[in-house]
Structures are given as C-alpha cells and as structure tokens.
C-alpha cells in the first residue's frame, strides 16, 4: 500500500530539502574542478600540431567521468546514513511520510542536483571546445552514421577462410590479405537503406587500413588496394578502376572516404555470348546491342548509297563490343537472401607483391550523411547523465540499509562488475550452454569426473541431483549476468566493441543506444525504491 499510493506534493517536498541540503555542503564545487581543467587544459594545445579533434574533446569528456561519478556516490551514498547518525531523519519518519516517499524524494533531490551539475559543466565544456579546436580541424566536427558489415577471407590459393593470414602481430586486432594473390577481404553490408543512399550522390566508403611490409618496395608510393562490388547472386563483379592508397597516417575521416559512383560503365563483348543471370541487365545489353546495330545499318546505307552500291547486311557478329551502364544499388545489391535485407558485397585486394594490408569488420563502413557534432554531444552528455542517475539510485538504495563508506564500496563494486565482468559472464554463460548442448555437464560434474578419473557418470540418483545443481549453478549465473549492467553502453569513450561510442573520433550515438540507457535506468527506479522502502521499515527509525 505505500508503494502504490504516494503523495506527489511529500515527496516534491522531500525532494526540495534534499536539494537545499546537497547545496549547502557545497556540492557545487566539483564546477571549480572542471574549471581549472578547462583553463589549463589550453596550455597543452596552443602549440600543438595536432591533426585530430580527438585529444580536445577526451581533455572535456573524460575528467567528466572521474570527477562526476565519485561526487554522485558520495552525494547519494552517505546522505540518508549522515542523517541517522544525526539523527535528524526521525523528524521525517515521524511525520506522517511514507518509507517509500522518503527513497524516492532522496532519488529525485539527488537526481535534481547532479542534473545541474551537468548541465552546467556540459555547457562550460562545449563552450570551451568552439573556442578552442583550431581551423583547420572544424571539419572534424561532425557526427559520422557509420553501417558496419561482416567481414570474410579468401586466402591465398582463393579458398572461403573465416581469419586472414597471420603475420606474427601479437596484436590479433587485424587479419591481413597478402598483395598479389588471390587472398581477399570481403565485408557484406546487410540491411542498407537504399532510399537514403540512392539520395546521395555517391556511395561513401571510409577504410581505415594497415600496411605490413615485407620489403621496403618503393619508398614514395603507399600500399595500394583495389575494391570490387560483387553481386553473390547474379554472379556480377564491378572491378573500380583506380588504385586507393591505404593512408595509415592520415587522421582526418574525410580523407580516407572512396567516393563510389552511383553508376558504373560495364563493357560486354557482344561475341562471347555471355548470358546475365539479371534479366534487368541483360535487356540493357539486348536493348543497347539493337541500338548499335541500327546506328551500324544507318551508316552502311549512308555509305553504299554515296558509293552507288547495294547495301551490306550487318549482324550481330558485326558488334565487337558495346557499354551499359550498371546500377549499383539496383544491379549490385543483393535482396534475395533470407534476414539480410539488402546487402551490398565489397572486395578488397592488395595490389603491391609482398605487401600485406590489415583489416578488421570496422575498418570499411558505408559513411551515410554526418549528422551534427552538437547533437552528438547532446547525446553523449545525456548518456553521462543518466550513467550519473543510475548511480545516484544504486546509492541511495544501498545507502538505506548500510552505512555510507559500504554503500560506496558496494557501488564501487557494481561499477567495477558492470565494466570488466559482464562479458566474461557472458562468455561463461555461453560455454555453460554449449556444455550443456554437447553434455559436457557443469561444474559438478566436471568435478566429479575429475576427481574420479572417469568420462562417464553412473546412472543413479545422485547423477540427476548433480544435473540439477549444475543447472541451478547456470540459472544463477544467467541472474548474476542480467542483475548487473553492461555498463560499457554508457561510455562515451573507443572500445574495441563499441567504436561507434566514441564521440572523439566523431562517430554518431546510435538512438539504439540511447534507448537502451533509459530502459537500463527505469528498470532499476522501481526495484531499487522497493528495496529501499523495504530497507528503511525493517531499520525501525522511530525507536532508535
């Protein structure tokens, strides 16, 4: 019944008060924080010739990280435990306020005070950023919307391979395709929109490639590749005829985009017979065949008129070749493969003999329209709020039944688990359910086998009480694994799983993202004000 039926106006009010109280501990003294950041941080640039926006904006985005996060857990953390110790909470509880209205006044106080906070930083923070990126480095500002494929090999005798060749770097970041071979990396673009492309006035491709050289080969010349379209279906491959240069030392985006034409000129021998699996293709070259041979007839009737003769009869076999253009989100994307949407295919080769070109899935993207870095950073400082929000309800929650320096550690814990652990949770959770497929049993089991020396376990009870416990010991690692938050969806910095996320290098916040921060954070409002409330009536305020 308290948790059903809440007065709006006790919990403003509480709010109010938390608000007031956070005020007058001078909270708002992390600002003199980011200001001597900000003033000092030019001291570091002013001279500097750096080719990035990157370093300016991890100098404003970063510290908002280390300085924001530990002042939300001592602002939440030892609230409610400074007012029991003082006492001064029993002339709340004494009042007619609900235990429930206390959590959530405290949550929303505490919530109304950091959102300040970061308004105002965010603010000062951008205003720093205009006045401070250089000139040149403007046209880094912008919001990148990459579209991310899979990637594949061909090795070097041509044959489908999932790695590319190893050439001894510790750092398994990139495979790599050797120069002159058949060796091949191709990416399947899957799910385009074609509507926003086909606005466009070309296809964007942006690589980020790396060079391996085997011989220094010739000193003033980059490594070089070549990018094939390729239509899986239709078998139709569109060769582009230049040669793009890998640019591994060039920081600006803009720099490394390949611009591919809409349309692409594809020559046919009209002899070889060749047969276009599309039939949308082949009456483009029936169509443009007809067309040159009535040009043919026109200029042999001109002809054997001037010279008084009777006309040649021109065949087919009199056309050697002809040109038709080819669409490449039409003839070269491919739609007819099951949940993939429409999927463009793109091949690259390294032209240079024993040259090798590293790459990775998010080393070649389609670059749709940029967004603006404004919006972006929006995005990135509503991402960081509500990282804060979270952690202000985790606080005041733990806060409600521990004292102040447990509460801290505890989401100090959470922190820590939701940044490093819950891939590894995930990756055992995933060996769990292929043991289980495969019937390789849980921990148990494993124990019991190894401690007997046995592969197989005995058809008895106590097998099927073993198969229970390990199942009960995956049941609560899927809880462990979905009770703590990928908290890595709220940083705003480059990971090797979420490139996308770093604003420094001006890449686009998915909304997906976004989305997925507020859901995270709601779903923790309601179970934390409940156990908080729970954690309140069980401590017996009004007796101590």
Known sequence: ???????????????????????????????????????????????????SIAPYVSTVVTPMWFVLV??????????????????SIHTVVTKPVKRSEIVVGRMLGYSAIMTVIVVAVSLGN??????????????????????????????????PSKVGINVGDPWEYRSYIEGQTQSRAIWRFSFLDLGTLKKMESIPLEHRFEAFRTVKGRIEVETRFQLTLINPTTKLRMTLPAMYSVREFVASGRERVLEVPQTLPLTVEVNKKTQWEDPDLQQRVDEEVERVLEELR????????????????????DVKEVTVDVFVLDDLVDDTVENLGSALTVEIACVEPNQFIGVNPADLFVRLSDKSFTGNYVKAMVGIWLFV???????????CFVKGPVATLLCVGLII?????????????????????HGAGGPLEATYKLLTKSPELPNNFGTKVMSKIDGAAVSALNVAQLAVPDL???????????????????????????????????SYFIPMVILGYFSLVLRELEHK
């Not at 007058?24 to 900000?38: C, E, K």
């Not at 250089?134 to 500002?141: G, N, W």
């Not at 891939?423 to 292929?434: D, V």
């Open 70 to 87: 530990p002042m939300s857990l001592l602002v939440s953390c030892w609230g409610i435990p400074a007012d029991v110790k003082e006492r």
């Open 488 to 522: 890595t969806r709220f940083s705003t910095e480059a990971t090797d799983r979420q490139l996308q996320l770093d604003i420094s290098r001006g890449f686009d916040i998915p909304a997906t993202h976004m989305i997925y921060r507020f859901i995270v954070v709601l």
């Open 417 to 437: 688990l939701g940044y490093h652990l819950t891939g590894h949770l995930e990756t055992q959770r995933q060996l769990a359910e292929a043991q289980a497929v």
């Open 126 to 159: 951008y205003l720093w950023l205009m006045g401070q990126v250089p000139e040149h480095l403007k046209d880094q500002m912008v919001a990148r919307v990459p579209v991310y494929g899979e990637l594949t090999f061909l090795d070097r005798q041509g044959l």
């Open 298 to 317: 026109k200029e042999e009737a001109v002809a054997a008129a001037a010279a008084n003769r009777a006309p040649k009869e021109i065949t087919r076999q």
């Open 1 to 51: 019944k308290d948790l059903l039926f809440m007065s709006a106006k006790r919990i403003a009010a509480i709010a109010k008060l938390t608000f007031v109280e956070s005020y007058r501990r001078q909270v708002f003294a992390v600002g003199l924080v980011f200001l001597g950041v900000i003033m000092f941080g030019g001291w570091f640039f002013g001279d500097a010739k750096s080719d």
């Open 389 to 399: 929000i979270l952690l202000v309800i985790l606080g005041t929650t733990s806060s």
